[in-house]
């Protein structure tokens, strides 16, 4: 059941995938019990169909169970940090920056200790954590976090990895947020260097940024009049 639930997923029918995952937690559920790791693992799977559908209010709390009951579970430390990510993000979504900063935390600092400080999973984990930060306008702690996440993925992957060219826009619209917009203007200008990728899909990414900079230069307009 569970694996037909991911051929729907992935087939792009989210709905059939998400009845048949909820029956097969249930029938997990019953049968091998609440607190079983296959158990853990298909309400995992459950939330994160529940997200991708934008339920977000239907997913929290699934991804706060499983947080919890992998505390103590043997070799479930890794989907234990996977789920306090997904289940930070799930809060930033709902606007529950306050719930989620915590969580994120401790992901990060799980993640440096299991993986080191510039794995892809630790940097993108810190990223989550520096974008809820910024929409608290915490930019004291979250413009540092993510220079630091822009800096790792451009020594470790280089400058036209996806990841890269995302951080670095969310990094300028932060700066931009800040009022720091010479130096948000500055990373732009570099996103929009001819052969520069600028994530999964180029097209909408180059819009973005072209977007942010005309905003930038608008208010520099402006404050000159």
């Not at 309400?43 to 499983?66: D, G, I, N, T």
């Not at 969580?103 to 993108?124: I, K, M, P, S, W």
């Not at 020594?155 to 996806?162: E, F, I, L, S, Y």
């Amino acid at each position: 059941m569970e694996h037909l639930a991911t051929h729907l997923r992935q087939a792009g029918r989210l709905d059939e995938a998400l009845i048949l995952q909820a029956g097969a937690l249930a029938k997990r559920s019953r049968f091998q019990g609440a607190d079983e790791s296959v158990t853990v693992g298909a309400e995992m799977r459950l939330a994160v169909l529940l997200a991708r559908a934008k339920r977000y209010e239907e997913a929290e709390p699934l991804f706060a169970r499983v947080v919890e009951a992998t505390t103590d579970l043997e070799g479930k430390q890794a989907g234990r940090l996977r789920a306090m990510v997904w289940l930070g993000d799930t809060r930033r979504r709902l606007g529950k920056y306050d719930e989620a900063v915590p969580v994120l935390q401790q992901a990060v600092a799980g993640y440096r200790e299991r993986l080191g400080e510039d794995d892809r999973a630790t940097l993108n984990a810190t990223f989550d954590l520096a974008t809820v930060l910024a929409l608290r306008r915490d930019f004291e702690v979250a413009l540092p976090l993510q220079r630091h996440v822009v800096e790792s993925f451009t020594r470790t992957v280089g400058p036209n990895d996806p990841d890269t060219g995302r951080a670095l826009g969310h990094l300028a619209t932060w700066l931009h947020w800040a009022g720091e917009d010479a130096e948000a203007r500055l990373l732009v200008l570099t996103l929009l260097q001819p052969g520069r990728r600028l994530g999964a899909d180029q097209d909408a990414g180059t819009k973005a940024a072209m977007d942010l900079l005309a905003e930038i230069d608008g208010g520099a307009a402006g404050e000159g009049a």
